[in-house]
């Protein structure tokens, strides 16, 4: 990391903050002029939202931005900013690149991200959604389920099977498809806190046209590993800009410190110290992962981070709702909303928070993204170095593989 590179973008960002002052600017406007800064994603080539530079000169935007209280997107558009930007940058072309980035940036488009299936999740490649040539187009059947934010997105990624008779990782095509025209069915899916930030979609004779397509045909699966990989890192970053750097288990303490003195007692007080040791070990081990993100591209290594991290939010939950006694038993409301972004559920950013939501919302940390058993596999396999799982179907090709 060049100090020069450093100044530089320390520079445009006090440039961007006092030619758009954030307490004035519409936040699209404001948006906009980072992107035309080259602040978007620092790393990306000049003209495309950025300058070029080490990643890891990211952090000096994003932390000027949050001293300043300046409106941030990635909640509002997270599957966009934080993976399908990067995924247009490594394998999109110039004039996807050019059309998609600068909406996606501003939040005049949202995105969503359709990879899993009802019979397809953990293993994502297995899929059965087909997408079959017709001229110039593709046209897409088949069904996707939780897709977070498919009711407010222009635009989805998909992996989709064009060719059933190789093995399965072999068939598949990446796309973005326009998720408003017809033959596109988004409905929503309720958590278990009451609202829907996902849904499940049902494709009818949807239509791509071939320019859509991102990555050559039949590489799909490697596309979709850049975005999966970019996931991992992505909700990484969404708990620092969304105000949680201290962690969850700041909550834990204020609960802590408000309770009757006779609710304090020495085994409370131990489990207490041992979360907050946990919370520092997960906030040095995702440092150290961050460290070999900002060094290049995403790797492996962005899994263990999220997994401690996400396991060690769980624990922090389930120890507040049992500090509140019977009133940790109590939701505050279980109205069915479709949220305008991620992350207003439970985890508001001014702090203010519904405990039981977030103990409730957390349950969800451990699957959305890679269940937990898979990380494990992921570190076990791609850090560790360790044999990797037998698998009878990785050669069959995928229409001769037995499936419900
Ligand atoms: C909040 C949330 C948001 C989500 N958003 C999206 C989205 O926007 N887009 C999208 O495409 N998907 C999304 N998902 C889906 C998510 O990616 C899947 O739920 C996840 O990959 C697990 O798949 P599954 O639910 O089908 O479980 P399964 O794969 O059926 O797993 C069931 C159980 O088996 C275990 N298991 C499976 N395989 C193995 C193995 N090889 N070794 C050990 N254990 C194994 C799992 O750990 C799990 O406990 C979201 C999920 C959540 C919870």
Not at 27 to 45: H, S
């Amino acid at each position: 990391m060049s100090g020069s590179a450093e100044g530089r973008v320390a520079e445009l960002v006090e440039r961007l903050l006092t030619e758009h002052d954030p307490r004035t600017t519409p936040e699209r406007e404001f948006w906009g002029a980072q992107f035309d800064l080259g602040l978007a994603w620092v790393e990306f080539p000049e003209g495309k939202g950025g300058l070029g530079l080490d990643p890891g000169l990211q952090d000096i935007v994003d932390q000027r931005l949050i001293d300043e209280d300046a409106p941030l997107n990635l909640l509002h558009n997270m599957l966009g900013v934080g993976m399908a930007a990067p995924t247009l940058i490594a394998f999109g072309t110039e004039e996807q690149q050019r059309r998609l980035l600068r909406p996606l940036f501003t939040c005049d488009e949202i995105w969503c991200q359709m990879f899993s299936e009802p019979g397809a999740g953990s293993d994502v490649a297995s899929l059965a959604t087909r997408a079959e040539r017709d001229g110039d187009e593709w046209i897409v059947n088949g069904q996707k389920v939780w897709t977070t934010m498919a009711h407010r997105a222009r635009w989805g990624l998909l992996l989709a099977r064009t060719d059933p008779e190789v093995p399965k990782h072999q068939g598949l095509s990446y796309f973005y498809i326009d998720m408003q025209q017809p033959g596109v069915d988004v409905r929503p899916l309720r958590q278990i806190t009451g609202e829907a930030e996902f849904n499940e979609i049902f494709f009818t004779d949807a239509r791509i046209p071939d320019r859509q397509r991102i990555g050559p045909v039949g590489e799909g699966w490697n596309v979709a590993i850049a975005t999966l990989m970019n996931e991992r890192v992505i909700l990484g970053r969404v708990g620092k800009l969304s105000g949680q750097e201290g962690g969850v288990i700041r909550h834990a303490l204020r609960v802590w410190n408000e309770l009757p003195s006779d609710g304090r007692d020495a085994v409370r007080r131990d489990e207490l110290l041992r979360l907050w040791v946990e919370s520092e070990v997960v906030r040095l081990t995702t440092q150290r992962s961050e460290a070999v993100r900002a060094a290049g591209t995403p790797g492996p290594e962005g899994t263990l981070g999220r997994l401690m991290a996400n396991e060690h939010q769980q624990r922090v939950f389930a120890f507040i709702v049992n500090l509140l006694g019977a009133g940790g038993m109590l939701i505050s409301g279980y109205e069915l909303r479709r949220p305008d972004r991620i992350g207003d559920v439970a985890l508001i950013a001014d702090d203010a928070i519904d405990y039981q939501k977030g103990f409730l919302s957390t349950r969800g940390a451990t699957i959305g993204g890679g269940t937990s058993e898979v990380s494990r596999n992921i570190i076990g396999e791609r850090v560790l170095g360790l044999p990797k799982e037998p698998a009878a179907d990785r050669d069959v090709p995928w229409s001769e593989v037995p499936r419900s």
